[in-house]
């Protein structure tokens, strides 16, 4: 699952409330933890984003190639922020169709569960 801030940070980026440099200075600060676990969905997308800027910086793509890119990869991880801020422990469950069904019981930890579809 992709963190909340690293979400955030992209799909600003995605929606140009920030630039690509803001992009890279939020990213670059945090690449040690971003890439602590190279298996994690955090991890592949710092790669991509890594990718994108080096190929921006030889001339490979262009910004919307990149935005386009990036838009792609958080549509590969759809996530769903439910807020549950007047309720305590409660159990939610995640339903998506393409072609299957998909069905998983999350308990509210915090005000807000991220949930993977």
């Given at each position: ?11 600003q ?9 803001q ?36 001339n490979?793509i ?17 996530v ?21 069904i998909?069905?998983e019981?999350?308990t509210m ?5 991220i949930?993977?579809?």
């Amino acid at each position: 699952m992709i963190s909340s801030d690293l979400y955030d940070i992209v799909r600003q980026y995605l929606e140009s409330s920030i630039s690509i440099h803001q992009l890279e200075e939020w990213i670059v600060p945090r690449l040690p933890d971003l890439l602590s676990k190279p298996d994690s969905d955090d991890s592949k997308l710092v790669a991509t984003i890594e990718l994108g800027f080096a190929e921006i910086n030889n001339n490979n793509i262009d910004e919307n190639e990149f935005r386009s890119w990036l838009n792609n990869e958080l549509r590969d991880h759809n996530v769903v922020m439910v807020d549950f801020s007047d309720q305590q422990n409660t159990s939610i469950n995640s339903t998506t169709t393409s072609n299957k069904i998909y069905t998983e019981e999350y308990t509210m930890l915090n005000n807000y569960e991220i949930v993977r579809l």
